[in-house]
């Protein structure tokens, strides 16, 4: 019998853990980043940014292992309102003058005991969440929403995923207050993601 070299095992280990390990990157003209925030107190506003990039990885076996890293252009934010839009990146909010990107790294995810990758599947990603040079923990609530073929033949996932955050955490601190009592800015924002993601390199 030929004894197994130490290199022969290592390689055999690695390629153990990297089996059912896929990346995948966020499709721009299928993936909504949207974020909503209180004017007045009682009307919702809500915009979205329309550059961005990102990647997820795939552990089909141990789905704990997977991760996602998304950055975003802060400057390509759009509420539908010119005005409203420039102060939002000005110094009084994102300044993005001096901080172009938003970014997000997850750290962890947690899923029910025994999970697999299925449509469906809902979980927890955890991660760090970088607005305005500051970084702070979220906790997504994500699903995997499905998988398939599109219309060129490329492999597709999609997942959704929502959290909540307060604006002051991130140095976000600029308001007025309201002669009827209040502010203009609420401090909750809401994020909702749809992606749609193909196969990375």
Same mark, same amino acid.
């Given at each position: 019998? +030929?004894?197994?070299?130490? +290199?022969? +095992? #290592? !390689?055999?280990?690695?390629?153990?853990?990297?089996?059912?390990? +896929?990346?995948?990157?966020?499709?721009?003209?299928?993936?909504?980043?949207?974020?909503?925030? /209180?004017?007045?107190?009682?009307?919702?506003?809500?915009?979205?940014? @329309?550059?961005? =990039?990102?990647?997820?990885?795939?552990?089909?076996?141990?789905?704990?292992?997977?991760?996602?890293?998304?950055?975003?252009?802060? !400057?390509?934010?759009?509420?539908?309102?010119?005005?409203?839009? &420039?102060?939002?990146?000005?110094? *009084?909010?994102?300044? %993005?003058? !001096?901080?172009?990107?938003? =970014?997000?790294? =997850?750290? @962890?995810?947690?899923?029910?005991?025994?999970?697999?990758?299925?449509? @469906?599947? !809902?979980?927890?990603? &955890? $991660? *760090?969440?970088?607005?305005?040079?500051?970084?702070?923990?979220? %906790?997504?609530?994500?699903?995997?929403? $499905?998988?398939?073929?599109?219309?060129? $033949? &490329?492999?597709? /996932?999609?997942?959704?995923?929502?959290? /909540?955050?307060?604006? /002051?955490?991130? $140095? #976000?601190?600029?308001?007025?207050?309201?002669?009827?009592?209040?502010?203009?800015?609420?401090?909750?924002?809401?994020?909702?993601?749809?992606?749609?993601?193909?196969? @990375?390199?």
């Amino acid at each position: 019998m +030929t004894p197994t070299s130490p +290199t022969a +095992t #290592l !390689a055999e280990e690695t390629l153990a853990e990297t089996a059912g390990v +896929t990346r995948w990157t966020l499709d721009p003209t299928h993936t909504l980043i949207e974020f909503s925030g /209180k004017h007045m107190m009682f009307t919702t506003v809500k915009g979205r940014f @329309g550059a961005f =990039s990102g990647e997820i990885v795939v552990d089909e076996a141990r789905p704990e292992r997977s991760s996602v890293a998304v950055e975003i252009e802060a !400057a390509s934010l759009d509420t539908r309102t010119e005005m409203r839009d &420039n102060h939002l990146r000005s110094a *009084d909010f994102l300044h %993005v003058e !001096a901080f172009p990107a938003i =970014s997000f790294k =997850s750290t @962890g995810i947690e899923l029910p005991a025994g999970a697999h990758v299925r449509p @469906g599947l !809902a979980f927890k990603v &955890n $991660g *760090d969440l970088t607005v305005r040079g500051t970084t702070r923990p979220v %906790v997504l609530d994500a699903e995997f929403t $499905g998988e398939g073929t599109g219309p060129m $033949g &490329n492999r597709i /996932k999609a997942f959704a995923a929502k959290t /909540k955050i307060n604006r /002051k955490d991130f $140095g #976000l601190t600029w308001n007025v207050a309201l002669e009827t009592g209040g502010v203009l800015v609420g401090d909750e924002i809401k994020i909702e993601i749809e992606t749609q993601a193909n196969p @990375g390199a």
